[in-house]
């Protein structure tokens, strides 16, 4: 063996053994299968007990050996990088950033993303993945063909994606109280991201809501802790699954670190001003159960804590979230977020560095990031450490998902996007979501001598709206946008023989019918777009329940992606139900409305007498809410509500 492989070898071990170091779990959490440095149990050597490489292959580089432990691939990899090489991979992209492709190489991009809405012409998964692997193969070409990491926001769902199965938004699933039917709901997801080339979702939002004025409520599974943590290991584990470098793994996200959910008056990317024992106790568990389930990926919040911004709070993203909690995996931060911190840009930059942000989604002027970075750290104002500590953890999560082996799209399951099969669970969560709040006189189940059915209302017949935001486009949008079935065309499809179903958005004659379903509630949105003073219900649907229910027994379903303010609604229905973002299989609905299933959905969050009790959580003094957290109706409990 040469002097200088001899020499590589040494500086090899050195680097292995430090990550080996840098990666001592925390008591009580177990080192995770994706999170840790080795994801394959290793024979350890009978000498030094670190993990036995196999033998020496000369004629390949170690980091391009799939047999040699993560950590040995990682430190032979990061001593072949020059300092563009490795501050490149820590800059994530918009794809409509990137002009000419030859910059994914010339740079060394490490990761490009879709931002929501961001789609290739035509919006088909034969384009996506033609698009994805186009950007890996201008990757691949690089230098050292380091491949890049392809990240969207799959969080319902391969939701950008035309034709892709649309599951109910994290609220809908917090309602289940069905962690195994979240576990399957995102590996359904995985399944249809992965066909398209990508191996990477900006999902779970393990957001605790704790104030419905604020836009993305319905990204969270609920208000409590106890419901999000629920929800967040088994969420991890149907992205990620057992294996990374399996077939239809893809990373995860556990976003936003951290109380995002809890800011004053739930404004977006405002300010949660709580003690560190409110933190811990009711935003910080979900996240332990994250990373407990191997998250790979972290996404810091736009939010601040007590007037610091998170992404410039290295307390939080270092001590606590790194040292304290164990996690292994990278920080990435949020769509331009660091331009928010004060300062200049090369403050920007070196603030949310030094803090603990790995990976940043710039998302547009890249030169300019890679640049200043660089500059930063050559006037050592960023130590070397830290880049290779940032590189390190990116790397560790491109090994482990095998993207050096497998690059390109594995198309074999793109005809399975939004197959019966998908769209059959995705079905299952819509029924389980539903909460019934009120039932009059056991107006439901649907009786077979209801023979003439009005569907009114303006969320009744359209796909847009009861998928909400963050659907094809970032925001959503109301009209036939994918390819579903609506609340009206599930009751017209499950209607018995001889029952007559008809639509009218706002009914003009009233006459005839023996039964009228209201369907009501929000347009789509998503973000800050959301954030809502009042949570009122518009006059247009107020018109519509009272004209029906005043001429008919009368349903209401809410379509929302949050409590409204119902007082008025529930007195004049005989029966009403919380239906949040049902996502595109609105004949789940119907289902339960004929009785096939019964209701088993329980509030995720409080409902609200008045806009005044917000912020109204479980275990509040004084607690008084219309609903209680955890409240839920069915066919065989009482008919009436509290
Ligand atoms: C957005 C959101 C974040 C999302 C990211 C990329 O601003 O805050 O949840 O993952 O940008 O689309």
Same mark, same amino acid.
């Given at each position: 063996?040469s ?11 050195m680097?292995?053994g430090?990550?080996?170091?840098a990666?001592?779990?925390?008591p ?10 080795t994801?394959?149990?290793?024979p350890?050597?009978p ?11 000369? /004629? ?6 799939p047999a ?13 990088m020059t ?9 994530l ?9 030859r910059?994914?190489?010339?740079f ?7 931002g ?13 993945? @033609? ?17 890049i ?9 391969h ?5 892709a199965?649309?599951?109910?938004h ?8 069905n ?16 066909a398209?080339?990508?191996r ?5 939002c ?13 990204e ?16 991890v584990r ?16 556990a976003?936003?670190w ?13 300010d ?7 933190l ?17 990926s972290?996404?810091?919040?736009f939010?601040?804590?007590n ?19 164990g ?6 931060? @949020? ?6 911190l ?6 920007d ?13 710039v ?10 970075l660089?500059?930063e750290?050559?006037a ?8 290779? @500590?940032?590189?390190?953890r ?5 090994f482990?998902?095998?993207?050096f ?19 059959e ?8 979501s539903l909460?019934?709040?009120?039932n ?9 001598n ?14 847009g709206?009861?998928?909400g ?11 036939d ?5 609506t ?7 499950l ?5 007559q ?12 019918y ?35 229910c ?7 379903i ?32 119907? /289902? ?5 299933y019964?209701f088993?959905?329980?509030l ?12 109204l959580?479980?275990g509040d003094?004084?607690? @008084? ?15 009436t509500?509290?």
């Open positions: 063996m002097r200088k492989v001899r020499a590589r070898w040494l500086l090899i071990i680097a292995a430090g990550l080996l170091l990666a001592c779990t925390w009580g959490l177990e080192p995770s299968p994706a999170a840790t440095l994801s394959q149990p290793r350890t050597s000498v030094s007990g670190t993990p036995a490489a196999s033998p020496f292959r000369p /004629e390949l580089p170690l980091y391009r050996d040699q432990p993560v950590e040995v691939r990682v430190a032979d990899l990061l001593s072949r300092l563009d090489e490795k501050i490149g991979q820590m800059a992209v918009e794809r409509s950033a990137i002009s000419d492709p910059d994914i190489a010339t060394g991009l490490g990761g490009i993303l879709s929501g809405g961001s789609v290739p012409t035509p919006n088909t998964p034969s384009a996506w993945a @033609d698009m994805v692997d186009g950007f890996q193969r201008a990757a691949l070409s690089s230098r050292l063909g380091i491949p990491l392809y990240g969207v926001d799959a969080v319902h769902g939701n950008n994606v035309v034709g199965t649309i599951f109910p994290n609220i809908g699933l917090g309602a289940t109280r962690p195994a039917l979240v576990q399957k709901v995102a590996q359904i997801t995985a399944r249809e991201v992965y398209t080339g990508i990477w979702t900006f999902s779970p393990l957001c605790v809501g704790r104030d419905e004025r604020w836009g993305r409520t319905y969270c599974f609920g208000e409590d802790p106890e419901v999000v943590s629920m929800m967040a290991g088994p969420a149907g992205y990620q699954g057992p294996d990374l470098s399996a077939p239809n793994a893809i990373l995860a996200t976003k936003h951290v109380a995002d959910g809890g800011t004053q008056g739930g404004v977006d990317r405002g949660a001003v709580l003690s560190e024992e409110e811990r106790r009711v935003h910080i568990p979900p996240y332990v159960e994250a990373i407990r389930a191997g998250v790979g972290v996404m810091a919040s939010s601040s804590w007037g610091t911004k998170m992404h410039g709070n290295p307390y939080l993203l270092t001590t606590v979230l790194k040292e304290e909690l996690f292994r995996g990278f920080l990435v931060s @949020d769509w331009g977020a660091i331009d928010q004060p300062g200049d840009y090369a403050s930059v070196r603030t949310a560095i030094n803090a603990g942000i790995d990976m940043v989604m998302p547009y002027d890249y030169q300019q990031f890679l640049q200043t660089r500059a750290v050559q050592g104002r960023i130590r070397q450490e830290r880049i290779d @500590d940032a590189v390190s990116i790397l560790i999560q491109k482990a998902l095998g993207l082996e497998r690059p390109l799209a594995d198309r074999s399951g793109i005809g399975d996007i939004g197959s019966p099969a998908h769209r669970v995705a079905r299952q969560a819509v029924r389980e909460v019934l709040l009120k009059e006189g056991n107006i439901l189940p649907i009786s077979p209801r023979k003439n059915i009005l569907v009114a209302g303006s969320n009744g017949d359209d796909i709206s009861q998928c935001g963050w659907t094809i486009t970032w925001q959503g949008e109301r009209g946008i994918t390819p579903g079935t609340i009206y065309q599930g009751i017209k499809n209607a018995p023989p001889g029952t179903v008809t639509y009218a958005r706002q009914p003009v004659s009233l006459s005839g023996d039964l009228g379903i209201v369907v009501i509630g929000e347009r789509p949105y998503a973000e800050w777009y959301g954030d809502d003073a009042d949570l009122e219900i518009s006059p247009e649907d107020a018109a519509a329940v009272q004209q029906v005043d001429a008919m027994p009368c349903v209401v809410l379509i929302s992606g949050r409590p409204m303010i119902i007082n008025t609604q529930l007195a004049q229905a005989d029966a009403l139900i919380a239906a949040w973002l049902p996502g595109t299989e609105g004949d789940g609905v119907a /289902e339960v409305l004929f009785g096939r019964d088993t959905g329980k995720p969050v409080s409902w609200p007498r008045s806009i005044d009790q917000l912020p959580n479980v003094a004084g607690y @008084d809410p219309l609903f209680p957290y955890g409240f839920g109706l069915s066919y065989s409990s009482s008919s509500g509290p």
